[in-house]
């Protein structure tokens, strides 16, 4: 079965500092990897996925398959970008989405 | 125009009771989903529906039964409400049942049993 793991539950850091959430995968087909962030009172929204290799706010993840990790980096945080972050993985023969544990990221000014 | 809107926001109730909450999308999708996210802010699917067929059905308690009217239209009954189910509801939709599928997600019902 497939699994979202993220190892950290809080990440704390400063207005300009570089962050990077961490995302590792257990999956034995070819997933497609999603980061979702949820602001403060706000709804839970798509912020990048892996397929579009975009930089959405800053934000970028590289799908390593060889460490089975996404992880969602950005040079230089801002402290709008305090919300929460979900890993996802969907499998590629149907709809289900499995979600990661989630961190909450606080970009302290 | 809110494209996935749910209904209550916040329940409030007792244990035993029967409670509903609705979900509405107005952006044509195929596809939708129960989310359930504790109080520990895990996300979990419950049900996935695709054009009114039950497509995901996790492990669930009996006392929860999805209703689809309409592809538009998911619905989540809840019978014999127990402390555990205290969480936030989340209903979601996407264009398609498979493929790198985009959730379009409600802004979520809390239900509070007491």
């Known amino acids: 079965a497939q699994r979202v793991t993220q190892p950290e539950k809080l990440l704390s850091v400063f207005k300009g500092a570089p962050v990077e959430l961490k995302c590792n995968y257990s999956?034995?087909?070819?997933?497609?990897l999603f980061w979702y962030v949820q602001y403060s009172r706000q709804r839970l929204q798509l912020l990048l996925r892996?397929?579009s290799r975009e930089s959405i706010k800053g934000f970028t993840a590289d799908l390593n398959k060889g460490e089975t990790s996404f992880h969602l980096k950005k040079p230089f945080a801002q402290e709008e970008d305090s919300a929460m972050y979900y890993c996802?993985?969907?499998?590629?023969?149907?709809?289900?989405?499995?979600f990661g544990e989630g961190t909450q990221l606080t970009v302290n000014p | 125009d809110t494209a996935v809107s749910q209904t209550p926001k916040y329940l409030v109730t007792q244990m035993g009771n029967d409670k509903s909450i609705k979900c509405e999308q107005n952006l044509g999708h195929d596809t939708m989903y129960w989310y359930k996210q504790d109080s520990k802010k895990f996300l979990k699917i419950m049900f996935s529906y695709n054009n009114k067929e039950l497509i995901i059905n996790e492990t669930v308690p009996n006392r929860f039964s999805p209703k689809s009217p309409d592809k538009a239209h998911l619905n989540l009954h809840i019978n014999s409400l127990e402390l555990g189910d205290s969480a936030v509801y989340f209903c979601?939709?996407?264009?398609?049942?498979?493929?790198?599928?985009?959730?379009?997600f409600g802004a979520g019902s809390r239900l509070t049993v007491l």
């Open positions: 979601a939709s996407s264009p398609h049942i498979s493929g790198a599928n985009v959730l379009t």
């Open positions: 999956y034995s087909g070819s997933p497609e």
């Open positions: 892996h397929i």
């Open positions: 996802a993985l969907q499998e590629t023969s149907g709809s289900r989405l499995t």
